[in-house]
């Protein structure tokens, strides 16, 4: 057997599922019992009316079945709220669960990426997050509980039945079985192309994804039509799948109700001539057949168990898959304390690629920033300033070289710490469906007003904001939805600035803006930045905006090629 998650046994994926859920078993205990006590009230009702209606027949007297009639009202009562019970205890136990397998999930996730993730697709990830996990709580739920209340609720209704009439039981323990047997096969053979299923609905949501976010650009290219084929195709095909599950299904619920038929048919057909030969006594002959109807209530829920198993074992699986992908970058064992600010900030013969058989994006390079020094870095697309930005924020790691932080190489630093001590703004700068004020304290929740309204202005954003009618408390809509490119942009400036990083990493930061406003605002920034002591690294296409930095770097093919003060041409390092 191997180790890959899509190959790996049913009762490994289970057993690890189980690891992490780490369930309440007390809590399913419980859960198993009322239901077993729900099932048995049933029974109890169905046979104890059939015993009343016999006894009536021979009209002994109302003090005769007075008790009886009190115990059938009795069970009919308790059997509500016993259901109520197991559902309520049932569910608490497996939300409690799911609570682990989400947490799991996103300790898997967060240190995967971004480096681990860049080969997956942010809809087939959001199905798994949501539908797989969501997928999880059947394990319990509709699995495990459901076939060990039925098979205990079955042992107990043969038992009672053969007690009355040994042949009447064996009868009804040969239907349940059939029953237990044939119908959950039929089911899992039709659900067994469910991982399938999931698959394809993991690339649906992709699909549904990308169309819904590239939408304005698929109509103008006239690119809509060839995607909405695509997932009208992926829509067929799911519906394909669904359709023979649902005859499966079918034919699962006629095995189970032709099974019933059989019980009641053949506890009569044994109970008929056992009451002719005194072998039992003639008012018993309602209670095998409506015992049998009782045992089969809790039956059709193990076929559908069947098939909820196989959709947890596949969603399992797929979760699994994702804990199997590598870590690239992990804190040491015994981290180092982070440096005293300020410090400067090193990579020496730095060599990164992004894929094995991938031209390297550094190659080479070394650059130092001393500290509260302003550096910017200039180069054309693909020279390497992003991978220079990954390098310290230790989102990838190095193939080669080294990378550190006031002399402490970054691999002997917990990544929380060096990201605390360099604060980054990125190129692609994510804002949360959030009001301004959550979004700007995304670092520090604990900022004062003081602080952000410093923050503001230093970002060029105060004057701004205080036209807005609810101020720091105005949603910007997901993404930045509701804000323009530009505002965005000193949004996410205005965030790193709050956050008080020693260093501040701008990626391309004017991005969206015209070229005087880009220019003002990195003057602020600048400034601000000299006032408070904290180093700069200034990555950008705009040679203008490096005027009022210290240095001015150039990369090249991973390397750097100039070196040297702004407002001169850099000189050449050979």
């Not at 009639?69 to 308790?78: G, K, P, Q, S």
């Not at 205890?89 to 989400?102: C, E, G, I, K, P």
């Amino acid at each position: 057997m191997t180790d890959r998650p899509d190959h790996l046994a049913t009762r490994v994926v289970v057993r690890r599922l189980v690891q992490v859920a780490s369930p309440s078993w007390a809590r399913l205990a419980g859960a198993v019992g009322l239901g077993v006590a729900g099932a048995m009230a049933t029974v109890g009702i169905l046979a104890g009316s059939g015993y009343v209606v016999d006894r009536a027949a021979f009209r002994p007297g109302l003090g005769a079945i007075a008790g009886l009639l009190a115990a059938v009202e009795v069970l009919a009562f308790l059997r509500g709220p016993l259901r109520y019970a197991e559902r309520l205890v049932a569910h608490d136990a497996a939300f409690r669960s799911l609570a682990h397998w989400r947490v799991w999930l996103y300790d898997r996730l967060e240190p995967l990426a971004p480096a681990a993730l860049r080969d997956w697709r942010s809809g087939d990830l959001l199905a798994r997050v949501t539908g797989d996990v969501d997928t999880l709580q059947d394990l319990f739920l509709r699995c495990l509980l459901p076939v060990v209340v039925t098979a205990a609720a079955s042992v107990l209704a043969v038992a009672l039945s053969a007690a009355l009439l040994p042949a009447a039981g064996a009868v009804l323990a040969v239907c349940l079985a059939v029953a237990l047997v044939v119908a959950p096969a039929l089911a899992v053979r039709g659900g067994a192309a469910r991982g399938a299923e999931a698959a394809l609905r993991g690339e649906l949501s992709a699909e549904v994804v990308d169309l819904l976010r590239a939408a304005p650009d698929l109509v103008a290219y006239g690119g809509d039509a060839r995607v909405l084929a695509r997932v009208e195709a992926l829509d067929q095909e799911l519906t394909r799948l669904a359709r023979r599950r649902s005859w499966s299904f079918g034919a699962a619920a006629a095995v189970v109700t032709a099974c019933l038929g059989a019980a009641v048919v053949g506890t009569l057909a044994v109970g008929i001539p056992a009451a002719g030969h005194h072998q039992m006594g003639a008012v018993l002959l309602g209670v095998l057949p409506l015992a049998a109807v009782g045992a089969f209530e809790t039956v059709p829920a193990v076929a559908l168990a069947a098939v909820r198993a196989s959709d947890v074992v596949a969603a399992g699986r797929r979760l699994l898959a994702i804990d199997a992908v590598p870590v690239p970058v992990t804190d040491p064992g015994r981290p180092e304390p982070l440096p005293g600010a300020p410090f400067d900030v090193e990579v020496a013969d730095a060599h990164l690629r992004y894929g094995p058989g991938l031209p390297f994006a550094l190659d080479g390079l070394s650059l130092r920033v001393p500290a509260a020094q302003q550096v910017a870095v200039i180069g054309s697309s693909g020279a390497g300033k992003s991978s220079l930005v990954h390098t310290l924020l230790r989102f990838w790691p190095l193939q080669a070289g080294s990378a550190s932080l006031g002399g402490m190489d970054l691999s002997r630093l917990r990544q929380r710490d060096v990201r605390r001590a360099i604060s980054l703004v990125d190129q692609d700068a994510h804002l949360f469906g959030g009001t301004m004020r959550a979004n700007l304290t995304l670092g520090r929740p604990d900022a004062s007003d003081a602080e952000i309204a410093d923050a503001l202005r230093r970002a060029q954003l105060d004057e701004w904001v205080a036209t807005l009618p609810d101020g720091l408390g105005t949603p910007v809509g997901e993404g930045g939805l509701q804000v323009s490119g530009g505002q965005r942009r000193r949004i996410a400036i205005a965030r790193a600035l709050l956050a008080g990083g020693s260093v501040l990493v701008l990626d391309e930061p004017t991005a969206g803006l015209d070229a005087s406003s880009g220019q003002r605002l990195v003057e602020e920034v600048s400034r601000s930045a000299r006032g408070s002591g904290t180093g700069v690294l200034l990555v950008t296409h705009r040679e203008s905006e490096a005027v009022g930095m210290d240095r001015v770097v150039e990369l090249e093919g991973g390397r750097v090629v100039a070196d040297g003060p702004a407002g001169a041409a850099p000189a050449a390092t050979g």
